[in-house]
């Protein structure tokens, strides 16, 4: 499983990549005083506390798991 | 809840950050201007482009002025605006400057009763092709720029490059003072974990190097995205940038040092011990080696701290609160894996 996040991650950086080839990209990240930039470093930050917090509900998942196990 | 006080404190901090530090607004400023070269001699009308800025609104008592000095500077003698965001200010420039050099920069300045006085430094580049700095001091005599306005009402300054990207001094900036206060707190309980052996301040450690390690991943991406609009590309090779890589490099490798030991006092033991020289490290890579060389970093380079326009007082009150909100925040996700832990940790005891 931890192969395909890498692939997504992959992904995401040639989707970005793309986009910036394109020039809309930059267009809109210059515009309106580059408040875009703000909100992508808060998407960076959300989307990166989330993925923990995943990570997290996963191992809790499994640990749940072993305990109904001894019961 | 009277146990979990500190997490409403730190999401009340989060919120007020995000909110103070999306909601208030930029100071006016001068975003460009055309033509940015004059010759002396000749009446040059430049174009002003604004930002946030109410030329039309403030139409009574607009002035422009092009400053050479402290002293001596030269106001417009004929203002045209268009819009709120656009202006022209003709200046008739004297046949000589009071300098010696070839090419002077002259910094712009505009003033109205709504936005203040705004500044754009080195704006304007004067060439004059005979030089007379006798006759230049008699044609433009000392004369200081008074009865300036000044913005009513809370904003963050105004920086060219940045523009309302400033805003990232929220985001970007307390992630990194976070992290360093979160490992700090971790070189504690290793401490204490070296001292009494008690596992559960290895864990609590553990946790704290975990989130200390995800706010610098996401340091170095916003850091990345941020630097593309600002310096041109994600990694310019910046001895920061670098530098909080290799730091961060140290402590993944925390990681690997734990998941290479099956016995667990073994793993506790030399880990804590990782954990406190890779803070020992951690502190000369970000605050040490950057300052002596050039760095894109605003505060480096042999320039300490960073103030002035970079951080004035009222970013002070966004930034504050926001390091200690995006702490206590850190800290809350560093509980949770800790209790997720000690919980695992119980069910193979028994």
């Known amino acids: 499983m931890k192969k395909y996040y890498f692939f997504l991650l992959f992904w995401i950086i040639g989707i970005t990549e793309a986009l910036a080839d394109s020039g809309a990209y930059n267009e809109m990240m210059y515009s309106s005083g580059k408040i875009y930039v703000v909100l992508g470093v808060i998407l960076i930050m959300f989307v990166g506390i989330i993925a923990y917090l995943i990570y997290l509900d996963r191992k809790l998942t499994k640990l749940e798991n072993q305990i109904n196990y001894d019961d | ?350």
Request: hydrophobic share 45%; aromatic share 12%.
């Open chain 2, 1 to 350: 809840m009277k146990k979990n006080w500190w997490k409403i404190l730190g999401v009340l901090l989060l919120l007020y950050t995000i909110l103070a530090g999306m909601l208030v607004p930029l100071k006016p400023g001068i975003t460009r201007i055309n033509p940015n070269r004059a010759a002396a001699g000749e009446s040059v009308t430049i174009s002003i482009n604004g930002y946030n800025t109410h030329f039309a609104q403030g139409n009574e008592g607009i002035r422009a002025w092009l400053k050479l000095d402290d002293r001596r500077s030269l106001e417009a003698n004929n203002i045209f605006v268009e819009n709120d965001g656009l202006m022209h200010a003709t200046f008739a420039l004297p046949q000589n400057l009071p300098s010696t050099d070839k090419v002077i920069p002259m910094s712009l300045i505009v003033d109205n009763s709504i936005d203040g006085a705004s500044v754009l430094p080195d704006a304007v580049f004067i060439s004059q092709s005979q030089i007379d700095s006798v006759q230049g001091a008699r044609l433009m005599p000392p004369r200081p720029i008074d009865g300036l306005n000044s913005f009513e009402g809370m904003t963050f300054p105004y920086r060219n490059i940045l523009v309302e990207s400033i805003r990232n001094m929220y985001f970007h900036v307390p992630l990194w003072f976070g992290m360093i206060l979160i490992f700090a707190l971790a070189v504690y309980y290793n401490w204490r974990y070296l001292q009494s052996g008690d596992a559960n301040a290895d864990l609590k450690g553990l946790s704290l190097i975990r989130v200390g390690v995800l706010y610098g991943i996401l340091g170095l991406a916003t850091g990345a995205l941020w630097a593309r609009f600002t310096w041109g590309q994600y990694w310019s090779w910046d001895v920061k940038q670098n530098m909080s890589a290799v730091a961060m490099l140290i402590y993944l490798a925390y990681f690997v040092l734990r998941g290479a030991m099956d016995d667990r006092e073994k793993q506790a033991r030399l880990s804590a011990v990782y954990s406190i020289f890779a803070f020992a490290a951690l502190i000369p890579l970000l605050f040490v080696i950057p300052r002596l060389t050039d760095s894109l970093h605003p505060g480096n380079g042999g320039n300490p701290g960073f103030g002035g326009d970079d951080l004035d007082n009222t970013m002070r009150m966004v930034f504050y609160p926001a390091i200690i909100g995006w702490t206590l925040f850190g800290l809350w996700i560093a509980q949770l894996f800790y209790r997720k832990d000690r919980l695992l940790e119980k069910l193979y005891e028994n």
